[in-house]
């Protein structure tokens, strides 16, 4: 346990601010989570889970006086299956971890949210984290068979298996995305997806949006499953590019990244579909490698940081449907002017999230969250949702009640309550309070 | 830009039952009681389908052909399930009406979305226990560009999940993975030692040099009869037993799919095991003269649940209470007005 003032100030922020827990319990197993939640439901004290810290939402940053509980001392990988597929894990590994475990083998776990070299499995269940291979591979949700987690009075829950079809496995699920407000999860069973033998990129820089929106229609439409198909407009092309040179074309009104995999035979033939979509205007660059594919991703990958050395800035991660991403950026350039602020899109074009960084003067954070409110109820307004990836947390619970109404919040209300009472688990998170307003 | 994306523009489909249909969104939301043929229908007219591929018959459907609700609530996949995932894993948005007459909206009709709780996924595979399911969203796919069947001879089942996922770790395109027992073949019209089948999905240069690898020892199925073969392991029709026999639906660990075939043909099971050994029906004629049940008590990772035969030859199921406790309290918190039974109807065949 971490009592002392100056171990409680490294756990009181995670990606987002916050202040410092009553204290905090770095358990080494299912049964040492039971005993501390069993203690503080019965002293009623409050418990928030918390994996890596990563998160940009205050899904972990505690709220009034809580014990904050860490996974970080539970990173044993426990089982692999070789021929199912499948390998169980403790909440607290840390996603790159388990595909590094298993790589030899053939085998990777697909979901690979940005943070994957420091998050853990428990976050990423948290969260139903994603990223940019969600497309072929699914989200969290998609790639869990089974759960051990702790409820807020201790009772132990074993949902799922590493058979298909196991009892408990809708509520298995359900715990996906729940920031922690249901279940603390200790274990998991995660379902691996084979390495493909080829891995290519493809670049394709286009003269206008327009012009690319149609091509990745037109790629999605021929069947084509990218592992990654990110389309940037020209001011991520520009931010990328300052920051980590790959070649991006800084003229470019639009950039589309694509990464393939399977046989050489598949690959080739998805790239040929892809030209042909694009059709002969384009200057499509190929890299016929996994590790020439990660150059040219490579300045796409590192925006985060790029927009970090430009200052100050806001990460959005909106979702709209996929017919729609063309109003999506009119809206986004409509309220970035509006709102003073300079916005850099990164669309994955395959799944509808709408990634925008809001650059904003060091004394203009209110106006930059005014804007960012604002697309994000565009995002709604389109048929999409106010958060594909980074989750709702602290940060953007008020703007639940645009994206659903008072029936669809209380019955996610009373469900959060059926698993874990009034407050137990991390309160304060995701759910609307009525008292306070959005800032728009 | 001036004219935003052209497909904007672009109006949904409509047909009777359909909500809404924007095929370049790759999602189709749909009433519950709308057909899922009609729902097929449509999507394959705009060349896309349900990745997880539904039976449209066989024993898990006696009322007969499905709705929509009725693929959500039942979870339903088809051979393409260890590849493709299940209803729970396509559902990304459902409407469910209690009997307190509200309509609770969960997930959107987006691919992607983390906001909130994402009930679809405890409404799917809950047989309607939480209120009728009035609508559904569903995650589409495009149909790959072409398909080949193999039938691969003289496969032993328990080498089968190894070797399959031995062609899936070199990157073969497969969709479906199924062992037929000799018997299960000879009912299907193919020959006892045409004993695995193979399905290979995606480009043709992909689909060709996968198909290869297989050599001499395989045979290539004509399209329409590879169409009508799918369709049957699917369904798992030809698995119903006469009177008097038995029929077990078992899921399992996949590695262990092989190892549980064997050992049920070996008390006389007829065996087709599909999902790459993760799912395995078992037919036994005359099921009061070879109790079976102790080897699946011999396989704790496997849930076998009785599909018809004598009450004597239900396996038993572990009991789990902390499970079955807080399914009531979900129940509870999404129908309080309702019953245990509320919503059952609606598994009934489509209109």
Redesign the interface.
């Known amino acids: 346990m971490i009592a002392g003032d100056t171990g409680r100030r490294t756990y009181a922020a995670d990606g987002s601010a916050g202040h410092a827990p009553l204290a905090i319990v770095l358990p080494e197993s299912t049964e040492q989570v039971q005993a501390v939640m069993r203690l503080c439901f019965e002293a009623g004290i409050p418990v928030v889970p918390r994996g890596a810290g990563t998160n940009f939402t205050g899904a972990t940053a505690p709220v009034g006086d809580c014990m904050m509980v860490g996974t970080t001392r539970m990173r044993r990988i426990l089982a692999f299956d070789p021929v199912g597929g499948t390998v169980t894990v403790e909440a607290g590994v840390r996603n790159l971890d388990v595909s590094d475990h298993v790589r030899d083998a053939g085998w990777f776990y697909a979901p690979d949210p940005s943070s994957r070299r420091t998050c853990t499995i428990g976050g990423n269940i948290g969260t139903n984290s994603g990223g940019a291979g969600h497309l072929r591979y699914g989200s969290t949700a998609n790639n869990v068979t089974a759960l051990t987690a702790v409820l807020a009075d201790g009772t132990r829950l074993d949902v799922g298996g590493t058979a298909y079809e196991q009892p408990g496995d809708g509520i298995g699920r359900l715990l996906c995305g729940s920031e922690g407000q249901l279940a603390l999860v200790t274990e998991a069973c995660l379902r691996l997806v084979p390495q493909p033998p080829a891995i290519w990129g493809l670049m394709l820089p286009f003269n206008d949006m327009d012009h690319a929106l149609a091509a990745s229609a037109a790629i999605l439409r021929a069947g084509v499953l990218p592992r990654q198909f990110d389309l940037l407009d020209g001011a991520a092309i520009r931010l990328c590019e300052a920051h980590n040179p790959c070649g991006y074309l800084v003229d470019a009104a639009a950039l589309l990244l694509v990464e393939l995999g399977g046989l050489d035979e598949e690959v080739q033939a998805h790239a040929a579909t892809i030209s042909a979509a694009a059709g002969p205007d384009v200057p499509v660059r190929i890299a016929r490698s996994a590790e020439k594919a990660a150059a040219l991703w490579r300045g796409r990958s590192t925006i985060y940081g790029a927009a970090a050395r430009r200052g100050a800035y806001i990460a959005l991660d909106g979702a709209v449907p996929l017919s729609t991403f063309g109003s999506a950026l009119d809206r986004i350039a409509v309220e970035a002017g509006a709102h003073g602020v300079t916005a850099a899109t990164v669309l994955h074009a395959g799944d509808g999230t709408v990634h925008t960084f809001l650059m904003h003067a060091p004394d203009a954070v209110a106006r930059a969250q005014c804007c960012a409110n604002a697309i994000r109820k565009a995002c709604v307004e389109l048929g999409g949702s106010v958060s594909s990836e980074y989750g709702v947390g602290l940060s953007k619970r008020d703007l639940m009640a645009a994206e659903f109404d008072t029936i669809d919040l209380a019955a996610q209300d009373r469900v959060r309550l059926a698993f874990a009472g009034v407050g137990a688990l991390n309160p304060g998170k995701v759910f609307p309070d009525p008292a306070r307003t959005v800032a728009a | 830009?001036g004219?935003?994306?052209?497909?904007?523009t672009?109006a949904p489909i409509r047909p009777r039952g359909i909500v809404r249909y924007?095929?370049?969104?790759?999602?189709i939301t749909a009433h519950g009681d709308t057909p899922l043929a009609a729902v097929e229908a449509v999507l394959r007219d705009h060349?896309q389908r349900l990745d997880f591929e539904p039976p449209s018959a066989g024993p898990l459907l006696a009322d007969g052909p499905p709705t929509m609700a009725t693929v959500a609530a039942m979870?339903l996949a088809g051979p393409r399930?260890?590849f493709s995932?299940?209803a729970?894993?396509a559902l990304i948005g459902v409407r469910l009406a209690n009997a307190d007459g509200?309509?609770?909206?969960?997930g959107?009709?987006?691919?992607?979305?983390?906001?909130?709780?994402?009930?679809g996924?405890?409404?799917?595979?809950?047989r309607g226990r939480f209120g009728k399911i009035v609508e559904v969203t569903f995650r589409v796919?495009?149909?790959?560009?072409t398909r080949c069947t193999l039938l691969v001879a003289d496969t032993y089942v328990e080498a089968f999940?190894?070797r399959v996922?031995k062609e899936?770790?070199?990157?073969?395109?497969v969709t479906g993975a199924t062992h037929l027992s000799a018997g299960v073949a000879d009912r299907l019209g193919l020959t006892p030692a045409d004993t695995m089948l193979i399905r290979l999905e995606?480009?043709?240069?992909?689909v060709?040099?996968?198909a290869a690898r297989f050599g001499q020892g395989a045979t290539v199925v004509g399209n329409a009869a590879s169409r009508d073969l799918w369709r049957a392991v699917g369904e798992a029709t030809v698995m119903l037993p006469p009177a008097g026999g038995a029929l077990w639906r078992v899921?399992?660990?996949?590695?262990?799919g092989g190892t549980l075939a064997a050992a049920l043909q070996a008390r006389g099971a007829e065996t087709l095991t599909d999902?790459r050994?993760?799912?395995v029906w078992v037919r036994l004629d005359g099921a009061e003269r070879t109790p079976i049940l102790d080897v699946f008590a011999a396989h704790p990772?496997?849930?076998a649940r009785l599909v018809t035969g004598p009450a004597a030859a239900t396996p038993p199921q572990a009991p789990?209470p902390?499970?079955d406790a807080?399914?009531e309290?979900?129940r509870?918190?999404?129908d309080?007005a309702g019953s245990e039974r509320a919503g059952i109807h609606q598994m009934g065949s489509a209109p």
Do not use: C, Y
Not at chain 2, 141 to 145: K, S, W
Not at chain 2, 168 to 173: D, I, Y
Not at chain 2, 251 to 256: M, W
């Open positions: 830009m004219m935003a994306n052209a497909i904007d672009v924007v095929p370049d969104d790759f999602v060349g979870n399930r260890p995932g299940d729970r894993d509200d309509i609770i909206r969960a959107g009709r987006t691919l992607k979305s983390v906001a909130g709780l994402d009930l996924k405890v409404v799917a595979g809950s796919r495009a149909r790959p560009e999940p190894a996922a899936m770790l070199a990157g073969l395109p995606g480009p043709a240069p992909a060709r040099a996968a899921t399992v660990p996949p590695a262990e999902w050994g993760g799912l990772s496997a849930t789990t902390a499970l807080l399914s309290k979900l509870q918190a999404l309080p």
